[in-house]
Nanobody, 125 residues
Framework: QVQLVESGGGLVQAGGSLRLSCAAS????????MAWFRQAPGKEREFVGR????????NYARSVTGRCTISRDNALNTVYLQVSSLKPEDTAVYYC??????????????????WGQGTQVTVSS
C-alpha cells in the first residue's frame, strides 16, 4: 500500500519557521520526484516546490522563493520542506505528492497521482 504521511505542521508566529516531513512507504522512493503543494481555505491547491529523485535541482514557487528549502533523504524515504520567515498568508494545509521520475518534472497539481493526507500550518500575525 502506497502511503505518504506528512508531519511537522502546527501553529507558529509570523517570522518563525517550520520543517515539514513527508514519509513514504509502499513505493521505491528513489524512483519518484517529490513535490509540496498547499491549499488555503477557499483556494485552489497550489505548487510550493519540488525536488527530483536524486535530490538535485529543487524548484520553488515564486511566492516562497528564498524562504523555502526542499531536501530529501532516500535512505529514510523522506522528503522535507523547510519554511522560514513565515507569513500569515502561508497558512494552509501542506501536502506532499509523488510523481514517477520517468515522467518530466512538473508543477501541475493535476499531474500527481500519489498524495499525502496533509498537515496544517497556521501562521499567526
Amino acid at each position: 500500500q502506497v502511503q505518504l504521511v506528512e508531519s511537522g505542521g502546527g501553529l507558529v508566529q509570523a517570522g518563525g519557521s517550520l520543517r515539514l516531513s513527508c514519509a513514504a512507504s509502499g513505493l521505491t522512493f528513489s524512483f519518484y520526484n517529490m513535490a509540496w503543494f498547499r491549499q488555503a481555505p477557499g483556494k485552489e491547491r497550489e505548487f510550493v516546490g519540488r525536488i527530483n529523485w536524486s535530490g538535485s535541482s529543487p524548484n520553488y514557487a515564486r511566492s516562497v522563493t528564498g524562504r523555502c528549502t526542499i531536501s530529501r533523504d532516500n535512505a529514510l524515504n523522506t522528503v522535507y520542506l523547510q519554511v522560514s520567515s513565515l507569513k500569515p498568508e502561508d497558512t494552509a494545509v501542506y501536502y506532499c505528492a509523488a510523481r514517477i521520475r520517468f515522467n518530466r518534472e512538473s508543477d501541475d497539481v493535476n499531474e500527481y497521482r500519489i498524495w499525502g493526507q496533509g498537515t496544517q500550518v497556521t501562521v499567526s500575525s
